[in-house]
């Protein structure tokens, strides 16, 4: 199975900042998906990360908003830009290989003041 | 919404006990999953079951899927304090993607 690390584990943020999330997983992966936890809630997806093309964004998430890098088959990161305390969440990266199970990171911890 | 509905969305037992959850969804899947989170980190994957399956085993835990009625259950018999965590299932409907249930807060008092 495939070991994700995720960065970083937790941050604070200030009201109308950036913030840049890295996954690196420890082997090839061709699809890498991103998602939400926001607190008390379940998972959702905001985006399909496909190296050499653009992430496919699911309904209510944009590009502007979350874009997202796929450098290579081993990385990705996502922005969650100009925050809010709507978006303080826990950001879990996941990867899929063929038709194994999804694995996740442990997850970025995210608060806006 | 596709998310898939858990109940109990919360769940408390004495440890040595069984715990049960259910999980039930909307659309046609090609398997279905279980995972586990412990206070708010990453997923651990726990059983994946296909659709042509109706039972299956793993250690302390039995997964059984009833594709006609689109619901599964979980099982974690003799439970531990250890066992205490959120417990998601997870669909895949196609398109590489899954999606995730409401989730079973599960606590195991010692």
């Known amino acids: 199975s495939a070991v994700i690390s995720q960065k970083p584990s937790r941050d604070i943020c200030q009201r109308g900042t950036s913030l840049t999330i890295q996954c690196q997983v420890d082997s090839q992966v061709t699809m890498m998906f991103w998602y939400r936890q926001q607190p008390g809630q379940s998972l959702t997806l905001i985006a399909t990360a496909n190296q050499g093309s653009e992430a496919t964004y699911e309904s209510g998430f944009v590009i502007d908003k979350f874009p997202i890098s796929r450098p290579n088959l081993t990385f990705s990161t996502l922005t969650v830009s100009n925050m809010s305390p709507e978006d303080s969440s826990i950001y879990l990266c996941?990867?899929?290989?063929?038709?194994?199970?999804?694995?996740f990171g442990d997850g970025t911890r995210l608060s806006i003041l | 919404s596709q998310q898939g509905e858990e109940d109990p969305q919360a769940l408390s037992i004495q440890e040595g006990e069984n715990a049960t959850m259910n999980c039930s969804y909307k659309?046609?899947?090609?398997?279905l999953q279980w995972y586990r989170q412990n206070s708010g980190r990453g997923l651990v994957h726990l059983i994946l079951?296909?659709?042509?399956?109706r039972e299956k085993h793993s250690g302390r835990l039995r997964v059984t899927l009833d594709t006609s009625k689109k619901s599964s259950s979980l099982l974690i018999t003799a439970s531990r304090a250890a066992d205490t965590a959120s417990y998601f299932c997870?669909?895949?409907?196609?398109?590489?993607?899954?999606?995730f249930g409401t989730g079973t807060r599960l606590k195991v008092l010692a």
């Open positions: 659309t046609s899947i090609n398997n």
């Open positions: 079951i296909r659709s042509n399956e």
């Open positions: 996941s990867v899929r290989v063929s038709n194994q199970p999804q694995h």
């Open positions: 997870a669909t895949d409907a196609g398109a590489y993607k899954y999606i």
